[in-house]
């Protein structure tokens, strides 16, 4: 079976943006008085788009927010991060080259859960966004990861662009959590692990795993299929 598209994740798998993320989100919570956990963010968390985050704190923490609330504090979490971004790159050592490699040989998107404005300001800083089919965010689908939604939302996107009848079976997901890799097992893709973000260990249900973008090796992703 051929490879026919490319769907990457971003934050954690093209940006260095989760550190970021993590001390946007601690600043909204400690001005309201709530502790926010490095490690229990990354342990817990880092799957979640941002109103996943409040909803699940703001339910631990029984504070009784409404979904009003939860969007002002999404909004001013946005912001946080866009003050945190200021001037400097985020993206992974190799990300930009890995990114004009895949895009020379097949198509390619992107299904985050971060917001869309975020990748957008990241990919454009960088000169990247042309090389996207479709970009899948936070706010493209009802659910987000680790429902399969993002991924086949990416999907039905890439299909114009890659002939007829494109299944998910012959895309591969680029990942480095195991929220992530769920999301693209559960929409029908194959996987490849970025060991960015947690270790082998646990990306060990991935078809593939890699150090980073930079050991992104185009013939070895379509060998997956000969496994």
């Not at 198509?107 to 404005?117: K, W």
């Not at 060991?195 to 050991?215: C, F, P, Q, V």
Request: aromatic fraction near 8%; charged fraction near 25%; include cysteine.
């Amino acid at each position: 079976m051929p490879l026919r598209a490319i769907v990457f994740d971003f934050d954690g798998v093209i940006a260095n943006s989760e550190p970021l993320h993590f001390r946007a989100f601690r600043a909204v919570l400690s001005d309201l008085g709530l502790a926010f956990d490095e490690r229990d963010y990354y342990a817990r968390f880092l799957g979640f788009d941002d109103v996943g985050v409040f909803e699940a704190v703001g339910a631990e923490r029984g504070t009784g927010w409404t979904s009003a609330q939860v969007r002002g504090l999404v909004a001013d979490k946005a912001v946080r991060l866009e003050a945190l971004e200021h001037g400097a790159s985020v993206l992974f050592p190799g990300a930009a080259e890995a990114i004009r490699r895949a895009a020379a040989t097949v198509p390619i998107a992107i299904a985050s859960g971060a917001r869309g404005e975020e990748i957008r300001r990241v990919l454009d800083g960088s000169g990247l966004a042309h090389y996207f089919t479709a970009i899948v965010a936070a706010e493209d689908t009802r659910v987000s990861k680790p429902a399969p939604d993002p991924y086949l939302r990416a999907v039905e996107l890439l299909a114009p662009v890659t002939g007829a009848n494109l299944r998910a079976a012959e895309c591969v997901a680029i990942e480095d959590s195991v929220w992530g890799l769920a999301s693209a097992r559960s929409a029908g893709l194959r996987t490849v692990g970025v060991t960015n973000t947690y270790d082998r260990s646990a990306l060990g249900d991935a078809d593939l795993i890699i150090a980073s973008l930079e050991a992104l090796d185009l013939a070895q992703l379509a060998g997956i299929w000969s496994r």
